[in-house]
């Protein structure tokens, strides 16, 4: 079936394509703009002084593909030249307006190329530690406390052992699972437990709770797909995945939600897939919750969630505990660290859950290993080839497959491997959230407490079940840079130094509109998504309220996170003008920050080829022996946080699939 390979996915391993490698003009350049991000300030040192440059190119070399890493070294030599004149040679003010007219450019590729310099370049200025090795210079400044506790104090309890792979090699089972997430941790723990001999593939690294010391930094780069620096081809929505043992699970937020009534009846009406709105679905979601622990007992409201309650309980807004996946939560100041692993070992991700049920079963796996592509014969699937990031070859012969690496690596996966129905990489859904921030008199130090306790549905349904939810999370500084403007040097450092004092009300959109997986030469997926009017609009009502929520928690500054700084003081500005300067703005590509935790719907199931990429059994329609179990299964978004929904579909899948192969 190789032959079917489109000449465009032809495979190359990440860790073996050559370094970014920057001539001496480039470098000189990514130094000049490093600088105009973050020149000396007030004792501050420069980004070259704490080292963001070469960072940034390790960065790279670790996680771009081979055609980012083309275009990084290609914008840094036209960066260079800025209407005839070189850009190092210009004055820091003259530099910052260099850097505000590519942000404002009305050519969309400059924008990206702005917005993924400012991500990238500021998160690592605040959070890179200072050239002794203290913490970071600029943070501590602010009070940001870094890591809790050195790496190595918890208990180690690992207790999955990988295969060494020091050769290549070659492996028989009967299913090959590829991911370990909420959905391939699931298939594998369900097959495993019905006697099938499972070997899961991972791409990302064993990590435990020893490792997990809440570093933000390390964080991003050990257990983040591409160290957090995935977005969509423009730049508008960051995408934030777990790429490590236990996938998203392991750096998730533990909102444990089960699928709502009336998006399982959507989902069996619109795509013909019955069981989501039945008996059999409901029991794989009660099983999940079970073997997951979820609960309403850990839910002590941070500085965060507090700020939130009272905001909406003075509107008289709805506002709800979050059901949880963890035992023996602390709900401390250690818990907002929850998103660079826990600690503790409360949080029930695959890793403490299914994965080690499936160990316990005889199940084998293999970390560091990506696979390729999916072999085939005679229209079925008939093991994988994968390669070690020290470039061992792995096969594995199986007599089925659970593809089951993310809405933007399955897509990708099945593409490489020759997979041809239409809806593989369409209709991807990103849930996109976007947020205010209120500088509030008290301190509220964001970075503490319970990951997410509280959460508001009151405008969860704006037509036709489709609308926004109110959550808050812990922030840290590189992922608070990540949503703040940049305007120039002072103005970011002062919006910055407000963190400690900020409250954060995040807008969740369920989105009806979607966008695309593509692969790329590379064979690398790379994701397209503009946000349609439809959804622009839910937005801007979500962040309408998130105002009002604010403003009644007693806010007494309310940022949005445009590309212009647009905030309001309340009782002296107003609301409607701060709204009417958002439009201005505008709510798309490098004019709004937005991320993705969520991504949904690139392979999903339904009862026809034409509507879907995968049978109402999960199975693709392309191939038989070859099942999905992963959120590319959704029909479309689910609306809420959708760990559950994924295990459960996967649940399902997995049964399936199991009484087949018995
Ligand atoms: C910061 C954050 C917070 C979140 N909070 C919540 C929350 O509170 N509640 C909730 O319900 N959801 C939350 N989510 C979302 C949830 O964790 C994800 O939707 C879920 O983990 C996705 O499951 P999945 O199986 O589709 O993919 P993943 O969990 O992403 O697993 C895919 C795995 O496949 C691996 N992989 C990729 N390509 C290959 C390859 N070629 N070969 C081998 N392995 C490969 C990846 O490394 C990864 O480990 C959060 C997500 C993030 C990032």
């Not at 980004?47 to 081979?66: K, R, W, Y």
């Not at 919750?289 to 941070?302: E, I, M, Q, T, Y």
């Not at 590319?632 to 295990?647: D, H, K, L, R």
Request: proline content about 5%; glycine content about 10%; some cysteine.
């Amino acid at each position: 079936m190789t032959e079917l390979l489109p000449v465009d996915v032809v495979e190359r391993p990440r860790g073996r394509c050559a370094p970014v490698r920057l001539s001496s003009g480039q470098r000189r350049t990514l130094d000049a703009i490093c600088d105009t991000f973050a020149p000396p300030l007030d004792g501050r040192p420069s980004a070259s002084e704490l080292g963001v440059p070469e960072t940034l190119i390790e960065a790279a070399d670790a996680n771009l593909s081979p055609s980012e890493r083309t275009q990084l070294r290609l914008l840094l030599s036209v960066w260079e030249w800025q209407r005839g004149r070189r850009f190092t040679s210009l004055s820091l003010p003259e530099r910052e307006r260099v850097l505000r007219s590519w942000c404002d450019s009305r050519i969309p590729a400059r924008r990206a190329a702005f917005q993924s310099l400012r991500k990238s370049i500021l998160a690592l200025y605040h959070m890179l530690p200072a050239p002794d090795g203290g913490p970071n210079p600029v943070t501590t400044r602010f009070g940001y406390p870094g890591p809790r506790r050195p790496a190595g104090d918890a208990p180690r309890r690992r207790s999955i052992v990988p295969l060494p792979v020091e050769r290549d090699v070659e492996l028989e089972c009967d299913v090959s699972v590829v991911g370990s997430g909420a959905g391939g941790g699931t298939a594998a723990g369900v097959l495993a437990a019905a006697g099938l001999d499972v070997i899961v593939i991972e791409a990302g690294d064993h990590y435990d709770d020893a490792d997990f010391d809440g570093d933000e930094l390390r964080g991003w780069m050990r257990l983040y797909l591409q160290g957090g620096a995935t977005a969509t081809h423009d730049q508008s929505v960051g995408i934030l995945a777990g790429a490590c043992l236990g996938g998203g699970t392991v750096v998730n937020y533990t909102t444990s939600f089960r699928t709502p009534e009336e998006v399982r009846h959507e989902w069996a009406r619109r795509s013909g897939v019955a069981a989501f709105a039945g008996e059999e679905f409901s029991r794989s979601l009660d099983a999940v919750c079970a073997r997951l622990s979820v609960n309403l007992d850990h839910g002590k409201a941070s500085s965060r969630d507090e700020i939130m309650r009272r905001g909406l309980e003075s509107l008289d807004w709805h506002v709800e505990a979050m059901p949880r996946n963890v035992l023996g939560c602390t709900q401390d100041v250690d818990c907002g660290y929850c998103g660079f692993g826990c600690r503790v070992g409360a949080k029930q991700s695959t890793v403490k859950t299914w994965l080690a049920d499936a160990h316990a079963a005889g199940a084998r796996f293999m970390v560091g290993a990506r696979a390729e592509r999916v072999t085939l014969a005679n229209g079925a699937a008939t093991g994988i080839v994968a390669r070690t990031r020290d470039g061992h070859g792995v096969t594995v012969r199986s007599r089925a497959v659970v593809a089951a690496a993310g809405s933007l690596h399955t897509p990708a996966l099945l593409r490489r491997s020759g997979l041809r129905n239409a809806n593989i990489g369409r209709h991807l859904r990103l849930h996109p959230v976007t947020g205010l921030l209120g500088v509030f008199d008290e301190e509220v130090r964001p970075w503490e407490g319970t990951i997410q306790a509280l959460y508001s549905d009151q405008l969860r349904d704006l037509h036709d079940g489709y609308g926004v939810r109110y959550e808050t999370t812990a922030l840290h500084p590189g992922l608070m840079v990540g949503f703040a403007p940049w305007r120039g040097a002072a103005d970011h450092a002062e919006f910055v130094r407000a963190l400690p004092n900020a409250g954060v009300i995040g807008v969740l959109l369920r989105d009806r509109g979607a966008g695309e997986v593509r692969v790329r030469r590379s064979a690398d997926p790379i994701a397209r998504y503009r946000l349609s009017d439809y959804d622009v609009e839910h937005v801007r009502r979500g962040v309408d309220g998130a105002a009002r929520i604010l403003e009644a928690a007693g806010a007494r500054r309310i940022h949005s996170v445009h590309a212009k700084d647009i905030a309001y003081e309340p009782g002296r500005g107003s609301r409607e003008r701060f709204l009417a300067e958002a439009d201005a703005c505008g709510w798309r590509a490098g004019q709004c920050a937005f991320y993705s935790f969520h991504q949904m719907g690139t392979a999903r199931m339904g009862s026809t080829p034409e509507s879907s990429a995968c049978r109402p059994d999960g199975e693709t329609w392309d191939v038989r022996n070859l099942t999905v179990c992963d959120a590319s299964t959704f029909p479309n978004a689910s609306g809420v946080n959708p760990m559950v929904t994924i295990e459960a579909i996967s649940y399902m899948n997995a049964n399936e699939l199991a009484a087949k192969l018995r």
